[in-house]
């Protein structure tokens, strides 16, 4: 697989997105947590998906239908699933979600509704360093990238929003 950024959209219907979003809403337990970078710290919410079941084959279904639509074969299983939240002012951190080459992020845009003030998606390709580029959040966009790329996650510019992300990480492609 290339190394660049692939935008998926339009895989479901705009009941399927809402269903999608109620389901995680409905099934996560929500965690306030924060990560740090340096000297710099980030709080935000996680959700643990780690041992439910409905949620793994939901996300499974995720990743079968995109690899069906672009006949993309998976090497492995991905290594990392995370569910974040982010709130008013709390722009992630630049990061990596693994430093080696060869693996890939898909992030899933949860929110349903209202997303014209939610936080948009950022990276940087390593080809054009002074170049960040941003993937504005739309309502069941996916965004494929290179998983070393570094990258971030804005926060809603209004108060009350929780902008919400699934991320399945370190994915390995044939």
């Not at 306030?32 to 000297?39: C, F, H, K, P, V």
């Not at 939240?85 to 349903?112: I, K, P």
């Not at 209202?114 to 309502?139: A, E, L, R």
């Not at 996916?142 to 926060?155: I, N, T, Y």
Request: include cysteine; charge should be negative.
């Amino acid at each position: 697989m290339s190394e660049k950024v692939f935008i998926i959209d339009d895989l479901y219907s705009e009941i399927e997105i809402e269903e999608n979003e109620k389901f995680l809403l409905e099934n996560v337990i929500w965690q306030y947590g924060q990560s740090s970078n340096g000297n710099d710290i980030t709080c935000f919410w996680t959700g643990h998906i780690d041992h439910n079941t409905l949620i793994k084959e939901m996300f499974n279904n995720f990743l079968l239908e995109i690899f069906i639509r672009y006949s993309i074969k998976m090497v492995d299983n991905y290594n990392r699933v995370y569910l974040n939240g982010q709130t008013y002012e709390l722009n992630g951190n630049w990061h990596q979600d693994c430093s080696e080459a060869g693996y890939h992020t898909l992030l899933y845009m949860v929110n349903a509704e209202d997303t014209d003030n939610i936080g948009d998606f950022q990276y940087i390709d390593p080809s054009n360093k002074s170049d960040i580029k941003t993937v504005p959040f739309k309502p069941g966009r996916f965004v494929l990238f290179p998983s070393h790329w570094k990258h971030r996650g804005l926060a809603p510019s209004v108060k009350n929003k929780l902008r919400i992300t699934l991320a399945y990480k370190e994915i390995k492609f044939l």
